[in-house]
């Protein structure tokens, strides 16, 4: 399952960003999604999350109101608004499919990932 990762950019403190991860039809009916994050020399950090019936989300608390996930069933597609960022909000974001239907903190209970997407943000 290949999924296509975009909208990153370089920005100014303060700017927003939208990221869009498109999942293959049947992947994206079924299960979980989420957004992590990753800098050099760290492990890869849970951003936000969505099940798969778009009831429940789930943030970091350090982009708790600032940034908003959600899903449109009829682009197939995950969306990540970024507001107010941050220069520590600098990263390559991932989104990646959940094993089930709900999601988790941990990278090791996703099945797949996309190619991540660079988000650089100036001071």
């Known amino acids: 399952v290949q999924l296509q990762a975009s909208g990153g950019g370089l920005v100014q403190a303060g700017d927003s960003l939208r990221l869009s991860c498109v999942v293959p039809?049947?992947?994206?009916?079924?299960?979980?999604i989420s957004w992590f994050r990753q800098t050099p020399g760290k492990d890869r950090e849970f951003v936000a999350g969505i099940n798969r019936s778009a009831v429940r989300k789930y943030y970091a608390d350090s982009v708790q109101g600032r940034f908003t996930i959600s899903r449109d069933r009829d682009r197939n597609t995950v969306y990540l608004q970024m507001n107010a960022l941050k220069p520590e909000d600098t990263a390559v974001y991932y989104c990646?499919?959940?094993?089930?239907?709900?999601?988790?903190?941990?990278?090791?209970?996703?099945?797949?990932w996309g190619q991540g997407t660079q988000v650089t943000v100036s001071s």
């Open positions: 039809g049947r992947t994206f009916s079924n299960y979980g």
């Open positions: 990646a499919v959940s094993r089930g239907t709900g999601v988790t903190m941990s990278p090791r209970e996703y099945y797949f």
